[in-house]
Nanobody, 119 residues
Framework: QVQVVESGGGSVQPGGSLRLSCAAA????????MAWYRQAPGKQRELVAT???????NYADSVKGRFAIDRDNAKNTVYLEMNSLKSEDTAIYYC?????????????WGQGTQVTVSS
C-alpha cells in the first residue's frame, strides 16, 4: 500500500510564491512519472506539470516560466515551486504518482491542497 501526502498550500497575494510538496510512503520499487494537477471551482481537473523518471519535465502553457517541478527520488518526493502567482492559479492542487509496486503498477493521488491567490 502507498500513501501520498501533500503539503504547502495556502493563501497568497498576486505576485507571491508558494511551494507544494508531495511525499510517497510505503513499500514499492520505484516511482515513474510524478505530476501535479489542479482543479478550480466549476472547472475540470487539468495537468500542470510532469516530471519523468529520466528527468524530463513538461508544463502547461499557463504556468510556463512561473512554476517549476522538481523531484527528490531518495525521498520519494515531488515539489512544485510556484512564483508570480495569479488569481487564476487559485485551485485545489493534486499530485499524481505512477508507482511500480511488487505486483502491479498503479497511479496514486494525493488528498489535494488548496491554493488561493487573492488580494
Amino acid at each position: 500500500q502507498v500513501q501520498v501526502v501533500e503539503s504547502g498550500g495556502g493563501s497568497v497575494q498576486p505576485g507571491g510564491s508558494l511551494r507544494l510538496s508531495c511525499a510517497a510512503a510505503g513499500t514499492f520499487f520505484r516511482i515513474y512519472t510524478m505530476a501535479w494537477y489542479r482543479q478550480a471551482p466549476g472547472k475540470q481537473r487539468e495537468l500542470v506539470a510532469t516530471s519523468t523518471s529520466d528527468g524530463a519535465t513538461n508544463y502547461a502553457d499557463s504556468v510556463k516560466g512561473r512554476f517549476a517541478i522538481d523531484r527528490d527520488n531518495a525521498k520519494n518526493t515531488v515539489y512544485l515551486e510556484m512564483n508570480s502567482l495569479k488569481s487564476e492559479d487559485t485551485a485545489i492542487y493534486y499530485c499524481n504518482l505512477d508507482v511500480q509496486g511488487f505486483f502491479k503498477r498503479q497511479n496514486y493521488w494525493g488528498q489535494g491542497t488548496q491554493v488561493t491567490v487573492s488580494s
